[in-house]
């Protein structure tokens, strides 16, 4: 029987998966139950005040109409000032695509540059939308392994042997971010500058997913845009989302030097999103220029967290947690737990501990196989509720 689906949307990948374990927690919280969520990368304060005044302020005065398609010029301005001081590059308004959330971003980018049949290289396991879109197009995900015992930096010799093997060779794309999702590890300078290296000797495009850039704790953020010769072979991806929770108002942009990838995102953000809200950038160009104690005092808050997640988890018998540096997630090596609790998947315990402990977490598997083993617990909560959920999870181990 012939279907009307097409063979994107038929091969495109679930994408997060955090979005239907958040949607069970709340059916079990409806059932009556507590249910603590630590699946969703969702930061739990509220976008600072001034950003939401001055978006609130920009719907008074009238900014509700549509927008440029690259987006406000004095707000391209503004990002590009901001990118330049932080990646230490020049970078022009010009080359500033604004975007409804930096997913879109990764969507335009992606659409852009990969190309049916090849191979685009990423980490394993990372942000489940790459793969997602990369297969919707028909291609190949070449992983690049992130090792627990490495830190989940990159494992420089074996990602210099990939190049040896058909996947790698073929490749023309490279996709990562750093700080990690799902890890909260990084990609250190040294990193960075062996990606940039043979980015240019295969003529490889880098899409540089950054949103956590400003998500570290003790180390500073290092951009492959930094590494001389770089930039322009660079997508780099930002947004808004985490760093002045403005998760559900979707603004962030996309930083392109290439004047062909440029203009071919733009056109695809004209044929989607048309614009992105006026007043929304307006809350953008407040958050940037504005004062920063909000993002200061968030990060101050997920570092205490941070502290009290990693140091809670390790003391339950058959969990290891590395303590990351970056974004707001653990990634714990669960695998004795899981034999413990006669589990061979971390799914089966990603499962149960939300079923019966009513702690809702991710399974490794969710961010590609090597995460096999491990769960994603955001900290993007409260101590309180940490807490909480770090009990009743010892008290399931114990059962």
Same mark, same amino acid.
């Given at each position: 029987?012939?279907?009307?689906?097409?063979?994107?949307?038929?091969?495109?990948?679930?994408?997060?998966?955090?979005?239907?374990?958040?949607?069970?927690?709340?059916?079990?919280?409806?059932?009556?139950?507590?249910?603590?969520?630590?699946?969703?990368?969702?930061?739990? =304060?509220?976008?600072?005040?001034?950003?939401?005044?001055?978006?609130?302020? $920009?719907?008074?005065?009238?900014?509700?109409?549509?927008?440029? +398609?690259?987006?406000?010029?004095?707000?391209?301005?503004?990002?590009?000032?901001?990118?330049?001081?932080?990646?230490?590059?020049?970078?022009?308004?010009?080359?500033?695509?604004?975007?409804?959330?930096?997913?879109?971003?990764?969507?335009?980018?992606?659409?852009?540059?990969?190309?049916?049949?090849?191979?685009?290289?990423?980490?394993?396991?990372?942000?489940?939308?790459?793969?997602?879109?990369?297969?919707?197009?028909?291609?190949?995900? $070449?992983?690049?392994?992130?090792?627990?015992?490495?830190?989940?930096?990159?494992?420089?010799?074996?990602?210099?042997?990939?190049?040896?093997?058909?996947?790698?060779?073929?490749?023309? +794309?490279?996709?990562?971010?750093?700080?990690?999702?799902?890890?909260?590890?990084? =990609?250190?300078? #040294?990193?960075?500058?062996?990606? $940039?290296?043979?980015?240019?000797?295969?003529?490889?495009?880098?899409? &540089?997913?950054?949103?956590?850039?400003?998500?570290?704790?003790?180390?500073?953020?290092?951009?492959?845009?930094?590494?001389?010769?770089?930039?322009?072979?660079?997508? %780099?991806?930002?947004?808004?989302?985490?760093?002045?929770?403005?998760?559900?108002?979707?603004?962030?942009?996309?930083?392109?030097?290439?004047?062909?990838?440029?203009?071919? %995102?733009?056109?695809?953000?004209?044929?989607?999103?048309?614009?992105?809200?006026?007043?929304?950038?307006?809350?953008?160009?407040?958050?940037?220029?504005?004062?920063?104690?909000?993002?200061?005092?968030?990060?101050?808050?997920?570092?205490?967290?941070?502290?009290?997640?990693?140091?809670?988890?390790?003391?339950?018998?058959?969990?290891?947690?590395?303590?990351?540096?970056? #974004?707001?997630?653990?990634?714990?090596?669960?695998?004795?737990?899981?034999?413990?609790?006669?589990?061979?998947? $971390?799914?089966?315990?990603?499962?149960?501990?939300?079923?019966? &402990?009513?702690?809702?977490?991710?399974?490794?598997?969710?961010?590609?196989?090597?995460?096999?083993?491990?769960?994603?617990?955001?900290?993007?909560?409260?101590?309180?509720?940490?807490?909480?959920?770090?009990?009743?999870?010892?008290?399931?181990?114990?059962?």
């Amino acid at each position: 029987m012939d279907t009307h689906i097409s063979e994107f949307s038929r091969d495109l990948g679930v994408g997060e998966r955090a979005f239907l374990v958040k949607a069970r927690a709340n059916e079990i919280r409806a059932q009556g139950h507590d249910v603590i969520e630590l699946e969703i990368g969702e930061p739990d =304060f509220t976008t600072p005040r001034n950003v939401r005044e001055a978006i609130k302020s $920009a719907i008074d005065a009238g900014m509700t109409h549509y927008e440029i +398609v690259p987006g406000n010029k004095r707000f391209r301005e503004v990002i590009a000032a901001y990118v330049g001081r932080t990646r230490k590059i020049d970078v022009s308004p010009d080359e500033i695509l604004v975007t409804g959330g930096a997913k879109s971003a990764i969507f335009y980018s992606l659409l852009t540059v990969v190309k049916p049949g090849g191979f685009v290289m990423m980490p394993d396991p990372t942000y489940p939308v790459y793969k997602s879109v990369v297969q919707g197009i028909g291609a190949l995900a $070449a992983k690049i392994p992130l090792k627990e015992e490495n830190n989940f930096r990159l494992d420089i010799p074996e990602f210099r042997s990939m190049f040896n093997t058909k996947s790698g060779f073929l490749s023309s +794309v490279l996709i990562f971010c750093s700080p990690q999702n799902p890890t909260g590890g990084i =990609f250190a300078k #040294a990193d960075l500058e062996v990606i $940039a290296e043979e980015a240019k000797e295969r003529e490889i495009i880098v899409i &540089a997913d950054e949103i956590y850039s400003r998500l570290l704790y003790g180390v500073e953020h290092e951009s492959i845009m930094s590494i001389p010769g770089a930039a322009e072979r660079t997508v %780099m991806i930002d947004g808004f989302s985490k760093t002045y929770a403005m998760t559900g108002l979707r603004l962030g942009y996309a930083v392109v030097k290439d004047k062909e990838i440029y203009n071919a %995102m733009k056109k695809i953000a004209g044929n989607d999103q048309s614009c992105v809200s006026a007043c929304l950038q307006q809350g953008g160009i407040e958050a940037l220029t504005g004062p920063q104690d909000a993002v200061d005092e968030m990060r101050s808050e997920f570092e205490k967290r941070k502290r009290v997640i990693v140091a809670g988890l390790n003391t339950i018998p058959g969990i290891h947690c590395n303590d990351p540096v970056g #974004a707001f997630y653990v990634f714990p090596n669960v695998q004795g737990l899981m034999e413990k609790k006669g589990f061979e998947k $971390a799914d089966q315990l990603a499962d149960a501990l939300l079923e019966t &402990a009513y702690v809702a977490g991710l399974s490794g598997t969710a961010f590609g196989s090597y995460g096999e083993g491990h769960m994603r617990f955001s900290y993007a909560n409260s101590i309180e509720n940490i807490e909480k959920a770090v009990e009743r999870i010892r008290k399931f181990g114990a059962m």
